[in-house]
């Protein structure tokens, strides 16, 4: 299953990024990757062109499959066509990708599903370095859930069958929720507050800080509160277009955040990554090395670890879907 075929078709009538505005961080960064080359290499790089294509809701777009702007880039950027493996940018060819990725999609609209669909999401995680699957769909209307495998119930589990589809629906909670000031959201009512987010990074962490409530730690600078709010935020399934423009804008400001290309993500793909590192335990108790990780050529979110790998989650499949229990 191709999990970004569904997320192309979401917005397949997104208009394309506007030329001057991808221009300037598409140079910058093209010029790093000349500067950056080793200099023992006689040979100019290769090349390979990629298209700069329409965004869709909940992730970037640099894909082959739309028409859209040509931009020459290294052919070996990613580190996955030549095999040199892992290979971190500069600070300033970190925060020129970062952009270029932002600058693709800041125009775009993003596609709210209707409230009688469901966001199917597949996810991973590793326990003791073993990998453990599930999959679950949310209604957007906040009226259902269903996993796989399901939940055991509390009590005699005799007859429990965890391959069975558990489908659980009850009241829209949005309005209690609202009313009695919960941190609880629908899945609507957070890709809502996140829509009225402004893509200016600044002002975007500043309502996220003050309206995201994942809670404060004392002690906890804003670098590593962004930190923390941005690999929290990348864990939702849909996320406006403008506010993914907003999110690598913000990481290009953290202080110490480095892309490293020609990674893998957790479960094995081809990746980039966007990393801190922090020497020291930090108050959340976070210490090594922190990334998340991106689709080289689509910047869909594939997952993050923390702490020198030692958790890590991967997404394996997401979409948009009409009954639990269906796939993209």
Same mark, same amino acid.
Do not use: C
């Given at each position: 299953?191709?999990?970004?075929?569904?997320?192309?078709?979401?917005? *397949?009538?997104?208009?394309?990024?506007?030329?001057?505005? /991808? *221009?300037?961080?598409?140079?910058?960064?093209?010029?790093?990757?000349?500067? !950056?080359?080793?200099?023992?290499?006689?040979? /100019?790089?290769?090349?390979?062109?990629?298209?700069?294509?329409?965004?869709?809701?909940?992730?970037?777009? /640099?894909?082959? *499959?739309?028409?859209?702007?040509?931009?020459?880039?290294?052919?070996?950027?990613?580190?996955?066509?030549?095999?040199?493996?892992?290979?971190?940018?500069?600070?300033?060819?970190?925060?020129?990708?970062? !952009?270029?990725?932002?600058?693709?999609?800041?125009?775009?609209?993003?596609?709210?599903?209707?409230?009688?669909? @469901?966001?199917?999401?597949?996810?991973?995680?590793?326990?003791?370095?073993?990998?453990?699957?599930? !999959?679950? @769909?949310?209604? @957007?209307?906040?009226?259902? +859930?269903?996993?796989?495998?399901?939940?055991?119930?509390?009590?005699?589990?005799?007859?429990?069958? &965890?391959?069975? #589809?558990?489908?659980?629906?009850?009241?829209?909670?949005?309005?209690?929720?609202?009313?009695?000031?919960?941190? %609880?959201?629908?899945?609507?009512?957070?890709?809502?507050?996140?829509?009225?987010? &402004?893509?200016?990074?600044?002002?975007?962490?500043?309502?996220?800080?003050? !309206? +995201?409530?994942?809670?404060?730690?004392?002690?906890?600078?804003?670098?590593?509160?962004? @930190?923390?709010?941005?690999?929290?935020?990348?864990?939702?399934? #849909?996320?406006?277009?403008?506010?993914?423009?907003?999110?690598? $804008?913000?990481?290009?400001?953290?202080?110490?955040?480095?892309?490293?290309?020609?990674?893998? %993500?957790?479960?094995?793909?081809?990746?980039?990554?966007?990393?801190?590192?922090?020497?020291?335990?930090? &108050?959340?108790?976070?210490?090594?090395?922190?990334?998340?990780?991106?689709?080289?050529?689509?910047? *869909?979110?594939?997952?993050?670890?923390?702490?020198?790998?030692?958790?890590?989650?991967? $997404?394996?499949?997401?979409?948009?879907?009409?009954?639990?229990?269906?796939?993209?």
């Amino acid at each position: 299953m191709n999990e970004l075929s569904p997320l192309r078709g979401l917005r *397949a009538d997104a208009p394309l990024p506007d030329a001057d505005r /991808l *221009a300037a961080p598409r140079a910058r960064l093209t010029a790093a990757f000349r500067q !950056e080359t080793r200099p023992e290499r006689a040979a /100019l790089p290769r090349r390979r062109m990629i298209l700069i294509g329409a965004a869709t809701a909940g992730t970037l777009a /640099l894909t082959t *499959a739309t028409a859209g702007i040509i931009a020459t880039l290294p052919e070996d950027h990613t580190g996955t066509s030549t095999g040199q493996g892992p290979r971190p940018l500069s600070a300033g060819a970190s925060a020129d990708a970062l !952009e270029l990725a932002a600058a693709t999609v800041e125009k775009h609209n993003g596609t709210e599903p209707g409230p009688k669909q @469901w966001v199917y999401d597949k996810s991973t995680v590793f326990v003791q370095g073993k990998p453990q699957s599930s !999959e679950e @769909w949310t209604r @957007w209307d906040g009226t259902g +859930h269903a996993n796989l495998p399901g939940i055991p119930p509390a009590g005699d589990i005799s007859d429990f069958d &965890p391959d069975k #589809l558990q489908v659980w629906y009850g009241p829209n909670q949005e309005e209690k929720w609202k009313k009695e000031g919960y941190d %609880d959201r629908s899945q609507r009512q957070f890709y809502r507050f996140l829509a009225t987010l &402004p893509s200016d990074a600044d002002r975007m962490m500043k309502r996220i800080r003050q !309206e +995201h409530a994942i809670g404060t730690i004392a002690g906890e600078t804003r670098a590593q509160r962004d @930190w923390r709010e941005i690999d929290v935020l990348y864990r939702s399934v #849909l996320i406006p277009p403008n506010v993914q423009a907003g999110l690598f $804008r913000a990481l290009a400001k953290i202080p110490g955040a480095r892309v490293t290309t020609g990674v893998k %993500d957790p479960l094995g793909r081809a990746a980039i990554g966007v990393s801190v590192t922090y020497a020291d335990k930090t &108050p959340s108790g976070w210490q090594g090395k922190q990334e998340i990780f991106f689709d080289p050529e689509s910047y *869909a979110y594939l997952g993050q670890t923390h702490n020198d790998g030692q958790m890590a989650s991967a $997404r394996a499949a997401w979409g948009v879907v009409n009954k639990p229990g269906t796939r993209p």
